[in-house]
Every structure is written in C-alpha cells, then in structure tokens.
C-alpha cells in the first residue's frame, strides 16, 4: 500500500497531465460553478412555474431594487462592519447576483452593470495602499478589506462575477478588468501573501479556491496547479493537501459544526469549479469522497434544524446557513439522493446554478424522501483517531428526527482557537429542543454596543471554561489550565461507540485534561421497550492520585419544579459560586447534601414538557443551583439555570445518573401529565467487565447492561443477575426484568 | 325612557307569555345547541369531504377508543385533580361526544353506551351525600363533585347527551333516568341551592344553564322560568339579570380575558338553546345584542391569538380556547359575518353543531375575511362606567395585527378576587410578541408539585402587587394597601380615549388607590409619518398632598443591551429590592441616577428586535434594574427583568418617556440592523391643556400634541409654535418639523 506522501505525489503527477491539457484559450464563459449548458437548461426553467422561476423573479427584482441605488465602490477605509467593509461585501454580492440575472434573463443592462462595477475596480485598484485598518503585526492583511481573509471571499464572488458576464464584455474592458483588478489580485492573494495561501488552514481554502477559479477563467492553468498544490506545486500545501489534512476520514472539522459550515463553502465551490473544468481530477472522488462525506456530516450535526452549538457557536445557527445550502445543492446534484432534497426542503432556498435547477425541479416533483440522521461516531483529527464527536439519537427509521431524544457527547480535541475546554461534555435533546444546554459562544453578533459585536469578554472568562459545560471541573480550574496550545495537543480516547436496537453507548477517557486525574464517561441512550422515550444513563468516573474537589455541573433550559431533597435556599442574599474560572459568574441559589439513594432534581421546559434527572448518591454529594450573571456588569451573559453536584477532597468518584423525559404541561388547554419522575429505583453493580444499571421506572423493572471490554473483540459473553444466567452479544442490552 | 327595572320587568312578562306557550310534551330531540334539523344536515356532510367530515371521523375514533375502555362511574372521593373528580369530568364530555357520534352516525351502540353510563349513574345518584371532599364551611358543595360549580358544569354537558339518545331510549329507561337522576340533580342545582342559583355571578351561571336546558329537555316550563328569571321568578336574579349585570354594555367582564373566555361558556350555551326553543325571547337581541358584543370583545382581548394576561391569567390561553370557539360558531350561525371565519381559522377546531357545520362549510369555501382588530376602550363594571380596559393598535385596514404595534392601558376596576393592584397599568406588544409585560398569574396549572397546582403563594406576595405592574407604587406599598373590596369599591376615571390618523390616545386617573395621592397618566400610541413603526408615549403624573417616594417599573421580556448613563452593578452581590409588598422578590442588580437630560435603556428580545425606552429625566431619577427571584426558596417565579424609575421625597413627579422599537437582530443570517435607538431629542411642555411632545428621532422631527381638556366639547383650538400658528382637532395630533 502507498504511503501518504507517495499517494498525493501520484495523484499529483496524473493530475497535473490532465490539467495542463484541458486548459484551452477558448475556454467557454460561464465555466465554474455553473457551466454554459446549465445556462440552457435554467434559461428554460425560468418560464415554467415551480421553485426555480420563482426564487429567479424574487432575485431579479431585488437585483432590480439594487440597482436603483447609487453605486459605490468607496476608496477603503473601515474594519469588519464598518461602512466600506460592509459595502465592498455588498458589491461582490451583488455583481455576482447581477451576473446570473444576465445570464438568465439575456437582459444586457445586468452585464452593463457588473462591467462598470468591475471597471470603477479596476480604477481604484492599482493605487491602493494595504488596508488602513489593517493589524499591524497581521502576515495577511488585504486592499479592499482590513484582512486578506475577506479579500479572497471577493475574488470567489468576482471572478464567478466577472465569469457571467464575460461574454458580453469586448476586447478593451476585458483587458482593463483582467489586468488592472482581477490579475493582481490574484497575485496579491497567491504570490503575494505564500504564508496564507500555501497554510492547510481554512484562511488558505478561501485563497487557493479563489486564485484556482481565476486560473480557469483567465486561462492560467499554472495558478490552478498552485492552487491545487501550493505556490512551489510540492503537495505540501494547496487545496488538495487541505481536503486532505482539515478533516476527519469522515468528513468532520476539528472546530466543530458552527466553523463547519463555514469552512465548507470555499471546499465545495472550488470543487464544482474542479469538477466542471477538469472531472477528470475527479474531485469528489478524492480521499474517498471526503467532500461529500463532510457535507452530509454538516447535516448529521444538527437538531431540529440547528447545529449542535459545541465551542464558538451562535446558537440559531442551522442547517439553513446559505453555505450548506450550497453544499446540499452540488451533494444532490452530484448524487440525486432524494435524502437531500429532505434537507433542502427545510432550507427552503434554491440556489440559482445547474444544481440548483435540479434541486428546485425535484422538489415541484415532490421527489423528497426522509433524511436519515444517524447515531453515528465522528473520529476527530485529521486522522480520525483524536478522540470523536459522538451523536446518539433514539430515532428509528420512521421516526421523526426533530423530536426525538438526542444525546451529543464529547471526547473530541480542543478545536483550535474556537474550541471550548470541555473535554466528554454532554448535551440532551428532546421533542425539538435543547434540554441539557451548553451556552455557545458569549456575543452579540454584529451588535455594536455588545464589545462592537465581536466575542464579548465572557466568551473566555465564562463560555470556554469547563464550568460553563456538562462534565467533571477539578478545584474549580478548567481543563488543561485553560490553554489552547496544550489542548490542542492532548485529546480524549474513544473507549468505544455501538448502536443497536437497544440504543447506542458510548464511552471515552481523557488523562491529560488535570495532572493526575483521569476522567472516563459512558453515555448510553437506552430505549426502555414499552416506554414513550429513550432515557439518558451517565456514568462519569473520576480517579487521581491525590485528593480533589470534583463538580459535575448540568445546565438546564427551564424552571426548576421539584427536588425530592430540601433546598436550602439563599434566599435573601446571592454570592458567586466561586472567584474565577467561570465560578464567578454564577450565582449560588440554593444547596443540599440529600441522602444516600437517589436525588432528584426535575424541570420543566418553555415547550411544556417535563425532565427529571435522577441521581444515584452515597450521600457525599452536594448540589449546588445556580443562575448566570455574577460579575457580569454589563448584562453581557444570558441568565440561564443549572445545578452542580459536588463531591469534596476525594480520590475516586463516580457520578451515575439517569435523565428521564416525561409528561406534558398544557396550561392552554388546561391539562397536565405525568408532571412526576416515573423512576423509582436505580441500582448500579458491576460484573467483571459489565456494568449493570436496574432501572425501576413507570411501574416496570429493567437491567440496561454495559459492557465496558477493552476491546472490541469476544464481546458475547454470559452473566447471572438473580439467579438467572442472562446473555450478552455486544456493547448495550436491555432485559425487562418481572415485576419484583 | 323606561328605567331599568321597569324595562326588565316588561321583558319578564312577554318572555313569560311566549316560555309558557312554546313547551310541549312532545318536543323534538335533540333540541339544544344542536336541533333535529342541524342534524339532517350535519349527516349529509358527515359524507363529503372537507374539514366538518375530518372532524367527525376524528371524534368518532377518539370516541371508539374511549369506548374500549372499561366503563367507570365511581364513587365520588377525590377533590379537583383526584381520580373521581376527572373520572367524572371525562363522563360527561364523553358521553355528550358519543350522543353526538349516536346522532351522526345512527349507529345504536354510541347511544346505548350513553343509556349505560347514564344508567349508572342513576343507580348511584339516590344515595349519595354531598361530597365528601366538600369545603366545610362552603354553600356550593355538590354530590359528584366537592364543589356545585363542577356539578352544574356536569348537568350542562349531560342534559345535552341525553337530549341527543333520546329517541333510543325506552319508557323505562327514560323514566329511570330522569327521575333518579336528571330531574333530582336539576332540583339540587335549583331550588337546593337558591344562593348560587339566584346569584348573578358566574357559577349563577352554570347552575342556571343547567337547569333550563333541563327543563326544555324534560318539558318543564317552570325550571326554565326559574332559570332565566330567578327560583322566585322575580327578574332580580336569573340568567336575563346575569346577561344585565356581569358584562359591561360593550360585553366586557370585569375579572379581565381570562376568565371572560370561561364565563362567556354556559351564557352563549344556553342562550343557544333558548333560541331555539323560544326564539320569540330574541335572547340574542337582549341588552343591544349583548352576548354577541361579549363574544366579539373577547375576540378584541387578545393579541397574536393570546389574550391580554391582565389580572390572574395563565399567559398562553387563548383565542383557540374551547369556550370561544365555541362562541365564536355560534356567533357566526347568528351573523353570517365572515370575519369570524379569520378567527375560526386560527382556532383550527369545528364543533359538530349546525353552527359548526356552517362554518366548516364556509372554511371549506375560504369565504374567511379579515377579522377587524380596533383600537377601542372597553367600558368597565356593568354601567360601562367604572373607568376602561384601553386597547391601541398602531393597525390599519391592511396590516397584520398578529404584528403591528399594541398598547394594552388599564384605567379599570378591580375585577374581584382575581383582580391584581395594578390601577393604570400598561402593556406593550410589538411583532407578535409581548415586550412591556405583565407577569399574570404565579401558577402551574395541575403541576402538583407546585403547590398542588393551585394559585402559588407569590401570586399573593408577588404577582398581585402593584410592584409587579408597570405602574407607580407610593412609598412601596401596594394599591388600596392590598384590600380587595376597597379595590372593588374604587376605580378609576377614564378621563378620555381617541383614535384617528395619528394614532390612538388615552387618559385615566385614579385618587383611591392611595391616600391623598393623585395618579394620572395619559399613554399614546403614535404613528409619526416616515417611521416604520408606532412608538408610545407615556407621560404619568403624580400629585400628593405629602412627600412621598414613587416607584415606576417596566418589566421587560428579553436582554439588556444598553444603557446610555452609567450602571452601578451589583456584581458580586445581590440584596432584595425592598421587603415587602413585592420588592422582597426582586434582586437589585444594578442602578444608576442618569443626568438631567435623556435616559436611555434599550433591549433585545428574543425574536431579535430591539426597544427603547428613552425617558427625560431631570436628574433626580434613579434608575433601579431588578430581576425576579429573591426569596423564592422554592424556585416558583420565573426570573424576569424589569427597571424601577424612582424619585424620593417628592410632592409631584411626572415621568416621561417613549418606547420605540427598532432594528433586528438575525445572528442565523449572520445581520443586526439599526441597534441603537434613533432618538435624539425629547422635549416636553404645555399651553394651557395642551401637551407639546418634541421627538427628535431617525433625523426628523415631530410635535406630538395632546389635548388633555376636561371633557369632549369644543375640542378644536389653535396654538403657536416656533412662531406658527397651528391648528387641532380632537385630542391628538402629529406635526412634521423642518429639521432644525
């Protein structure tokens, strides 16, 4: 078998042959995303009544409304979100948006006005100093924008621009266009600045897909090698080594699912361009149809339509996101799996290309079939092997993904610089909401007065810390003392991941996170047979050389309806749980040590339903509940609840709980259900390798068994519980035990 | 002009007359609600597609599989919420459901299931005590249920069940039935109970309704007689004194929507029967068509579907609520108005009745138009004169009032025991949502654990106070000093209320609500041309005799985002408010005494628009920022935001101020626009009764002026400003001023 570097060298050399060659002068115009012959097709479509000819009339006329307004191409000036920064994003957009109307429409008047927009480009352009607002020890600072990042996210939309109109521009204004603008630019972004363009970073996808689209457009066919293979065409950087190095074998994207989708949309227009320029390079295919695979995984890590908002995330961030409409759109157009077109549906936008048409024509025809969303383990790392980004979901095949109980856990790596410090976290989804929460990032995007719209000051003293997240804090520090550096070279294992008709668990270790501790937690979503939902069983096990204070905390959406143990209540007066570390934003409510046996604490969420977690205790175990906002002079936090269970000066704990939807609260129509936990009895032992968890719940009794082997081999096995010599064949069973 | 009682008594005579002649002992069944010949057609279309055929097959399999059930009439033991007591809740609505399916379907098994059930319940009714979870000291208690209500509540649905089965009945059964039971319990809701039969009161009500329809079932004239006229038949107690005394002319009752909506239920229930069987009552007609006014005025209560949370109210009822859909049929078999067609739409519920059917037909047709919300001040006690619940819509003919800019002012009575000390309270409702709010009522409906379901303790200690209002409070304390008769004897004067093209304005006072203080505020909802949306204008004068300290909160839904003074935060520590009256629930987080000059607080709600409140202040206002929650031990509020305007040691105060809406906020698509508040400048001052309101806001400038004379007459003045002579006519106006 070929080692890495030997198999992108070969496919390196066979790909060059085939680049080189396919490059004409007669290149026709448009050729990248969308192709000539799509043109034909969509021309047609825009008659006909459906989807296509309507989000066609709905652009058009807002192109049209754009068009009435002064046009302006400012001499730059303003950092992100100021008024030059803002108005060269809006004039990509819209050259590209007034391309596609000319081509669709013939009309020349759209042509015309992309031609000047480019022309009063191509003025400005050769006088133009780096940015004003540039940072001044950044290595990529841009012309037009302050960073080089949003100069190459105006070339993608340029050059596809100045692609639409080619056709009807003559000899002199191609020159100027190419020469004075869309040229240097791209030398600026590629020779100009090798740093970026040639680092297997997200930063330099934007600029390799930008420089390699205009290789095709202006004939450069060496620029489309250095885009593919670096600026020294060595296969050490360049768009082939990213789709290579930024993603796990399964298509995930170390940052999680909010940088995801960003990431994504450089990826798979570059790659449409590949694909209609050269299918010979067979893009798609490459690494086993990575770009594809890290489509579908965009969709797979979501709920409800909104991604799961693990590290820097804004929470109403969905599968909607314009760049995974795009990503959905060439998916289905590469694939016609009608499992798309589900997808698609929901986002409810057609995109205006060859792959769009097909989308929109599909979805008249009612082609649309259920997304499959999957429990599913996603290795993290380039490797796949850094840990993993685990989704349970209790969904089965005719069930509906928007309301069924989800788990999302996390023995994943850090994530780079957006990463939050929260190393086996978990979340609970249930009936389309989040139940057991994670805060996302602390900002207000784009709201000047919140920090000028950028990560609020709490994103770090609060967001990143592990408190702020579901999983085990040691004396009150964060993982890895909070450093990025150390946590992005330190990753958890996964012990292991199994679904089957029982439900799915899954388990994984972390030793680095604190010197001395290591932390393990198995997660099971468990399908008890004849109750409504799936539960959630969690066993964390806490082990260290030394004494430490250990808290678990569970942050939840909702009011807190009942304990079964007496609160005592600071009812008169708050103070911070702790001093720092994320402790002290959070006011300390109420407290108690309920006795050995089980703890409950239940809620009841803003969509009426109920969630009882249920604790296992020996009576050493404190909870502590808590509301955000301490320290917090400028209401930059959202005052949300949880409640922390405390274990002090101990070497050894293990936090066994289970989470247990139920009921519904119906104050409109004046009813309410099962407002109570249904469990009441919850035992844990273990055999050897097994773990055993009797759950007494709804009047039933069942034995959920773990196997928790080293391995993956000789998993059957045989066990006694009561006398009875019950088998096992894999990870997770359930035996429904006789009434006792 | 007749006087009241005279004209009362004329009706009672001829009403007599016509009662009398139309009872015949071979009265056709059913003959309720829904007559023999509804039921002719409501076969026929029990056979056609569409939405009254839909919602007869749903009830039929709802029906069939409660049917399968073992059948259970038992002993009564349970108070409200108990096995018996919703045991017995569900016989009768199913046993009126499956008399409906009998009559449809003329599938025997549905009525001899009905002749069972009603057979055993009178095997059981001749020997039961009154009810054994009876309160002790109450005059209402009943034998199937602990209190009489429920009990009437049971006869109105089971004499329409056995009106439906009756024609499958035999002589023995019916005569088992009604002796044994029907007649016994209409004598016990009747004449064994005269203080609630007599009483003009709504469990009156139910009792009354019962008991008539019974006797047009039974054929017996007299019960109806008592029913409408009082056990004595003297006209000063009865249905007609209820219809004379419970609603306001305009058909608003007095404890607020809430609990409208359920006493609007056996009024519209029975008054259907007696059309039907006395149509020469013309029971519609009675009082100036009150009933229909009190249908259609429920309708006006609400906003975006739910109604205003005024007083105790559980915040997400609604217009879909049973009992108005139930009303709102029968106001459309009345009128034919296809604007209750708009409403039958949004409550997506079709009663099988003839009215039911004519409005699935009609919905079938799509001949919905749009229901008219107005602007409108209800008249409050049964005079109509006991101040005004205020309703301003920033509406015209063709906006959307699910989203249009809502003011709810509360210059009303006190509205009984369920009434909060909330004088002059006010509301506002922007985009669908409710953004200046009013807490309602501290309950989880059936939530045992929260205090067995019932009204919490913080109704009391909370939710009732006039701190947890938007109104003054004096000196902390609340109005009336929390005595509810005091409150009911005192209300407030509306001292005016207009709506035209610029806007609608209104005015109240009240000297009651404490001792030697005056308070008197005058809000408006002002449409300033150039604007896309109405802003409100709030200006709150209070005079006393003595110095006093005066509180103004605002509880808001949503975020803070700003202030444009400095906040003194409470950061690392939270203390109550106050101790009493409210204040010992609040946290104090933060406060703040801006300068002379304009002080402003703006917020985000969470469906991403931006508000406002821009206040002139003189420097001698402090600014408190609260969160619910304190002394709660067992988290049974929900921890919403407000602020506290306060001026100490003061005579007179007049606070002033504008809330505006403005901007989005849309992270998913990744834009926030206009974030920041657009007012400049607000300027106050008066000549003679005018109000002269300069704002300065988006670059433009207006003069608000409000007429504040004494009464109606000679509305139109004159009047200078900046040197020129303006003109007004009515009591508000809208100036564009050149920008200076």
């Given at each position: 078998?070929?080692?890495?570097?030997?198999?992108?060298?070969?496919?390196?050399?066979?790909?060059?042959?085939?680049?080189?060659?396919?490059?004409?002068?007669?290149?026709?115009?448009?050729?990248?995303?969308?192709?000539?012959?799509d043109?034909?097709?969509?021309?047609?479509?825009?008659?006909?009544?459906?989807?296509f000819?309507?989000?066609?009339?709905?652009?058009?006329?807002?192109?049209?409304?754009?068009?009435?307004?002064?046009?302006?191409?400012?001499?730059?000036?303003?950092?992100?979100?100021?008024?030059?920064?803002?108005?060269?994003?809006?004039?990509?957009?819209?050259?590209?948006?007034?391309?596609?109307?000319?081509?669709?429409?013939?009309?020349?008047?759209?042509?015309?006005?992309?031609?000047?927009?480019?022309?009063?480009?191509?003025?400005?352009?050769?006088?133009?100093?780096?940015?004003?607002?540039?940072?001044?020890?950044?290595?990529?600072?841009?012309?037009?924008?302050?960073?080089?990042?949003?100069?190459?996210?105006?070339l993608?939309?340029?050059?596809?621009?100045?692609?639409?109109?080619?056709?009807?521009?003559?000899?002199?204004?191609?020159?100027?266009?190419?020469?004075?603008?869309?040229?240097?630019?791209?030398?600026?972004?590629s020779?100009?600045?090798?740093?970026?363009?040639?680092?297997?970073?997200?930063?330099?996808?934007?600029?390799?897909?930008?420089?390699?689209?205009?290789?095709?457009?202006?004939?450069?066919?060496?620029?489309?090698?250095k885009a593919?293979?670096?600026?020294?065409?060595?296969?050490?950087?360049?768009?082939?080594?990213?789709?290579?190095?930024?993603?796990?074998?399964?298509?995930?994207?170390?940052?999680?699912?909010?940088?995801?989708?960003?990431?994504?949309?450089?990826?798979?227009?570059?790659?449409?361009?590949?694909?209609?320029?050269?299918?010979?390079?067979?893009?798609?295919?490459?690494?086993?149809?990575?770009?594809?695979?890290?489509?579908?995984?965009t969709?797979?890590?979501?709920?409800?339509?909104?991604?799961?908002?693990?590290?820097?995330?804004?929470?109403?961030?969905?599968?909607?996101?314009?760049?995974?409409?795009?990503?959905?759109?060439?998916?289905?157009?590469?694939?016609?799996?009608?499992?798309?077109?589900?997808?698609?549906?929901?986002?409810?936008?057609?995109?205006?290309?060859?792959?769009?048409?097909?989308?929109a024509?599909a979805?008249?025809?009612k082609?649309?079939?259920?997304?499959?969303?999957?429990?599913?383990?996603?290795?993290?790392?380039?490797?796949?092997?850094?840990?993993?980004?685990?989704?349970?979901?209790?969904?089965?095949?005719?069930?509906?993904?928007?309301?069924?109980?989800?788990?999302?856990?996390?023995?994943?790596?850090?994530?780079?610089?957006?990463?939050?410090?929260?190393?086996?976290?978990?979340?609970?989804?249930?009936?389309?909401?989040?139940?057991?929460?994670?805060?996302?990032?602390?900002?207000?995007?784009?709201?000047?007065a919140?920090?000028?719209?950028?990560?609020?000051?709490?994103?770090?003293?609060?967001?990143?810390?592990?408190?702020?997240?579901?999983?085990?804090?040691?004396?009150?520090?964060?993982?890895?003392?909070?450093?990025?550096?150390?946590?992005?070279?330190?990753?958890?294992?996964?012990?292991?991941?199994?679904?089957?008709?029982?439900?799915?668990?899954?388990?994984?270790?972390?030793?680095?996170?604190?010197?001395?501790v290591?932390?393990?937690r198995t997660?099971?979503?468990?399908?008890?047979?004849?109750?409504?939902?799936?539960?959630?069983?969690?066993?964390?096990?806490?082990?260290?050389?030394?004494?430490?204070?250990?808290?678990?905390?569970?942050?939840?959406?909702?009011?807190?309806?009942?304990?079964?143990?007496?609160?005592?209540?600071?009812?008169?007066?708050?103070?911070?749980?702790?001093?720092?570390?994320?402790?002290?934003?959070?006011?300390?409510?109420?407290?108690?040590?309920?006795?050995?046996?089980?703890?409950?604490?239940?809620w009841?969420?803003?969509?009426?339903?109920?969630?009882?977690?249920?604790?296992?205790?020996?009576?050493?175990?404190?909870?502590?509940?808590?509301?955000?906002g301490?320290?917090?002079?400028?209401?930059?936090?959202?005052?949300?609840?949880?409640?922390?269970?405390?274990?002090?000066?101990?070497?050894?704990?293990?936090?066994?709980?289970l989470?247990?939807?139920?009921?519904?609260?119906?104050?409109?129509?004046?009813?309410?259900?099962?407002?109570?936990?249904?469990?009441?009895?919850?035992?844990?032992?273990?055999?050897?390798?097994?773990?055993?968890?009797?759950?007494?719940?709804?009047?039933?009794?069942?034995?959920?068994v773990?196997?928790?082997?080293?391995?993956?081999q000789?998993?059957?096995?045989?066990?006694?519980?009561?006398?009875?010599?019950?088998?096992?064949?894999?990870?997770?069973?359930?035996?429904?035990?006789?009434?006792?």
């Amino acid at each position: 078998m070929l080692n890495l570097t030997k198999k992108v060298a070969a496919i390196f050399l066979i790909a060059s042959v085939f680049a080189m060659s396919s490059l004409g002068v007669n290149a026709k115009h448009p050729n990248l995303v969308t192709t000539s012959e799509d043109v034909q097709l969509m021309r047609d479509a825009i008659n006909v009544e459906g989807r296509f000819a309507t989000t066609y009339k709905k652009l058009k006329a807002q192109v049209d409304a754009q068009m009435q307004q002064p046009m302006a191409v400012p001499v730059p000036k303003d950092g992100g979100g100021g008024y030059t920064h803002e108005r060269h994003k809006k004039n990509y957009q819209l050259m590209y948006n007034a391309g596609m109307i000319y081509q669709l429409s013939q009309d020349e008047k759209y042509a015309d006005f992309v031609t000047d927009m480019l022309l009063q480009y191509a003025n400005l352009y050769p006088n133009l100093p780096l940015h004003p607002a540039r940072k001044m020890k950044s290595q990529n600072p841009g012309k037009f924008f302050w960073q080089s990042l949003n100069e190459a996210v105006w070339l993608v939309y340029t050059i596809q621009a100045y692609d639409l109109v080619y056709n009807a521009l003559n000899a002199s204004e191609i020159k100027k266009i190419e020469q004075e603008l869309l040229k240097p630019v791209a030398l600026f972004l590629s020779e100009g600045q090798p740093s970026t363009f040639n680092k297997v970073h997200n930063h330099g996808t934007w600029a390799t897909a930008g420089v390699g689209m205009a290789g095709f457009v202006m004939n450069e066919p060496e620029w489309v090698e250095k885009a593919l293979y670096d600026l020294q065409k060595s296969g050490k950087g360049g768009f082939l080594k990213q789709i290579e190095q930024l993603f796990s074998p399964q298509g995930y994207y170390n940052e999680g699912p909010y940088y995801q989708r960003y990431a994504l949309f450089p990826f798979v227009t570059f790659a449409k361009a590949i694909e209609n320029n050269q299918p010979e390079r067979k893009i798609f295919e490459q690494r086993n149809g990575l770009l594809l695979k890290a489509i579908n995984t965009t969709i797979q890590l979501s709920y409800n339509g909104l991604f799961f908002p693990i590290n820097d995330a804004i929470k109403s961030k969905g599968i909607d996101t314009i760049e995974l409409v795009h990503g959905v759109t060439i998916a289905y157009g590469l694939t016609g799996n009608t499992g798309y077109l589900d997808i698609a549906q929901q986002q409810d936008q057609i995109i205006l290309s060859g792959d769009g048409l097909k989308v929109a024509k599909a979805l008249d025809k009612k082609l649309a079939t259920p997304y499959q969303f999957k429990s599913v383990a996603f290795g993290d790392g380039n490797d796949g092997k850094q840990g993993a980004l685990v989704i349970m979901r209790s969904v089965t095949e005719d069930s509906d993904f928007n309301s069924t109980q989800t788990v999302l856990y996390k023995p994943a790596a850090q994530g780079l610089g957006h990463g939050h410090f929260d190393k086996l976290t978990w979340q609970f989804y249930d009936a389309g909401n989040e139940i057991v929460s994670d805060y996302g990032a602390a900002r207000f995007l784009n709201v000047e007065a919140k920090f000028g719209g950028r990560y609020l000051p709490e994103n770090e003293t609060y967001a990143k810390q592990t408190v702020a997240h579901n999983t085990v804090v040691v004396d009150e520090t964060t993982h890895f003392n909070e450093n990025v550096e150390v946590g992005n070279a330190n990753y958890p294992t996964l012990n292991y991941f199994e679904t089957n008709n029982f439900g799915t668990v899954s388990s994984g270790k972390i030793s680095t996170a604190y010197e001395g501790v290591e932390l393990e937690r198995t997660l099971a979503l468990v399908n008890l047979p004849g109750l409504d939902n799936a539960v959630a069983l969690d066993l964390f096990n806490v082990t260290s050389d030394d004494k430490h204070q250990l808290d678990l905390p569970l942050h939840y959406h909702g009011q807190l309806i009942e304990t079964d143990f007496p609160l005592v209540g600071n009812t008169n007066s708050l103070k911070p749980v702790g001093a720092k570390n994320g402790y002290q934003h959070m006011w300390l409510k109420a407290q108690a040590t309920p006795e050995q046996g089980l703890a409950k604490v239940t809620w009841l969420n803003e969509n009426g339903r109920f969630y009882t977690q249920t604790s296992l205790v020996k009576g050493n175990e404190s909870f502590l509940f808590t509301q955000l906002g301490a320290n917090d002079p400028n209401f930059n936090l959202r005052n949300e609840h949880g409640f922390i269970r405390r274990v002090e000066n101990t070497k050894q704990h293990k936090f066994i709980s289970l989470l247990e939807p139920h009921g519904l609260y119906n104050p409109s129509k004046e009813f309410t259900l099962e407002a109570a936990s249904r469990v009441s009895g919850l035992a844990f032992t273990e055999q050897d390798q097994l773990a055993l968890i009797k759950i007494d719940i709804a009047e039933r009794s069942y034995l959920v068994v773990i196997n928790q082997a080293e391995t993956d081999q000789k998993l059957t096995t045989e066990f006694k519980y009561n006398n009875k010599t019950l088998s096992l064949n894999g990870r997770l069973a359930v035996y429904e035990l006789n009434n006792q």
